[in-house]
């Protein structure tokens, strides 16, 4: 079998255009413009380009972009205090505090200071325990978007047996409710599991999201499943930097029925889920309609 290429960057400008949609009608219908303020503490470089990328799509979108940058000597205090005022702030509808943080700042304090409604990144504590108990939350980006891509695949994912590699609280365990929501039959494996090939190979649905570059090979993936590759890594082959996944692209392509490249595939999806939040924490805010098909 080759597997299908699930495009993600096609997939992204269509979710784009369907805020940017969004965005146009509650500006001329209701007067009303969505904002997103991004918080960024020190130099990371690539949070950095992170933080320049959703900027410029916000804004793409039709939305307000309020970038606040700080030096990495910020203390707790100051950085609370800015919280706090984009909490109050009735033009910003999303806040994102980009991390990792600087050491001597506690990231699950000042996280779960920001207001839950404006949490857009979806990990204040709040919004994790409304997704755990399936009700209306702001849910994470990147399995957000994971989500949006299965279901454009698949249509209904109810009854599938889906695994998810890894169980961090941004990726694995919010995929995990997600797909559960979906009425998957859900499994979540780490670096402890058993036996982890014959785990993934009941998989109709596999989500990698480990950070080994290309840890999965092919003959772990059940003849036909759906492959969603969330790994970022950064490698050198042949004197040449590339970007690689948490899968074998090739081994697993050879035996899925689809798969996302990396990159072009989750990624692209991330920021389009953060804008798709933007949206959908404004509307909630005025007591409007949420979009339709932009959250989980
Ligand atoms: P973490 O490092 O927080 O978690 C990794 C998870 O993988 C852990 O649960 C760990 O298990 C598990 N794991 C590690 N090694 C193995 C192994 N050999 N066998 C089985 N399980 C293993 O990573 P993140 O969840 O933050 O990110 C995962 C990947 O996704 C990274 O490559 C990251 O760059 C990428 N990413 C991509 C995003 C995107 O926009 N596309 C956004 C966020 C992340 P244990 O808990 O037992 O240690």
Redesign the pocket.
Known sequence: MTAQIIDGKAFSAKVREQVAAHVARLKEEHGITPGLAVVLVGEDPASQVYVRSKGKQTVEAGMNSYEHKFDATISEEELLAIVDKLNKDPDVHGILVQLPLPDHLDSDLVINSIDPAKDVDGFHISNVGLLGTGQKSMVP??PL?CLMMLREHHGSLSGMDAVV????????KPMAQLLLGDSCTVTI?????KD?PEVVRRADIVVA????PE?VPGDWIKEGATVID????RIEREGKNKLV??VDFDSCAARAGAITPVPG???P??IACLLANTVTACCRANGLPEPEGLTA
Not at 165 to 172: E, K, P, Q
Not at 189 to 193: D, L, Y
Not at 230 to 233: A, Q
């Open positions: 980006c990147t978007g590699l890894g169980r961090s609280n941004i990726v694995g494996a780490h670096s402890r599991t982890l999201a480990v950070g080994r840890m969330v790994g970022i890594n996944g948490d595939g989750v990624g999806m991330t």
